[in-house]
């Protein structure tokens, strides 16, 4: 069974960061792209960033370039999202998700990341 | 970045009715068009790829058509686990970009 487990998320102030990891478990990894997805409250969800199953090759929505960075680890089955510069607008559930491989086969639970002072 | 509209915003729907969910893409993704469900307090489950193929363990009461700019949902005879929220996705351009959601809701 495919499980993605995401952690990390919080309550931060506008301006600061935060780390999101997502552990997989059930599948083979390395054979995937992967990438987040989050939802903000009320509303469709927004694909943030991806990565090829090498890590190599990594998008992100403009409205996260240069302030966040997506990393896989394939020794571990972990995915990270490094959240700088955090602004009230990425006040968001995010998911971590498997892409077979593009459309979104499996989805984490979520962790909530809340940017407010 | 390509624009996805769904129609309607809400369905109100009798328990064994059909549902029809309409979404448009703002230029041609092909059949790259994704359908997923989300119920409430939950992640969203896919439903649907390229446009009409199942995912695994949809019920055949689901089905997908279109290509192109222009996508529909169908929903055969609504069960009580059907009212949610559906989104389609193309996913033949980056960034990926999601529909803003058609709830499926009990008449």
């Known amino acids: 069974e495919v499980q993605l487990l995401e952690s990390g998320g919080g309550l931060v102030q506008p301006g600061g960061s935060l780390r999101l990891s997502c552990a997989a478990s059930?599948?083979?990894?390395?054979?995937?792209?992967m990438g987040w997805v989050r939802q903000a409250p009320g509303k469709g969800p927004e694909c943030v960033s991806s990565t090829s199953s090498d890590g190599r090759t990594t998008y992100y929505a403009d409205s996260v370039r240069g302030r966040f960075s997506f990393s896989r680890d394939n020794s571990k089955n972990t995915l990270y999202l490094q959240m700088n510069s955090l602004r009230a607008e990425d006040t968001a559930l995010y998911y971590c998700?498997?892409?077979?491989?593009?459309?979104?086969?499996?989805w984490g639970q979520g962790t909530l990341v809340t940017v407010s002072s | 970045e390509i624009v996805m509209t769904q129609s309607p915003a809400t369905l109100s729907v009798s328990p064994g009715e059909r549902a029809t969910l309409s979404c448009w893409a703002s230029?041609?993704?092909?059949?790259?068009l994704a359908w997923y469900q989300q119920r409430p307090g939950q992640a969203p489950r896919l439903l649907m790829y390229g446009s009409s193929t199942r995912a695994t363990g949809i019920p055949a009461r689901f089905s997908g058509s279109g290509s192109g700019t222009e996508f529909t949902l169908t929903i055969s005879s609504l069960q009580s686990e059907d009212f949610a929220v559906y989104y389609c996705q193309q996913y033949n351009n980056w960034p990926r970009t999601f529909g803003q959601g058609t709830k499926v809701e009990i008449k």
């Open positions: 230029q041609s993704v092909g059949s790259k």
């Open positions: 998700v498997r892409a077979a491989p593009y459309y979104l086969d499996n």
């Open positions: 059930g599948f083979t990894f390395s054979n995937y792209a």
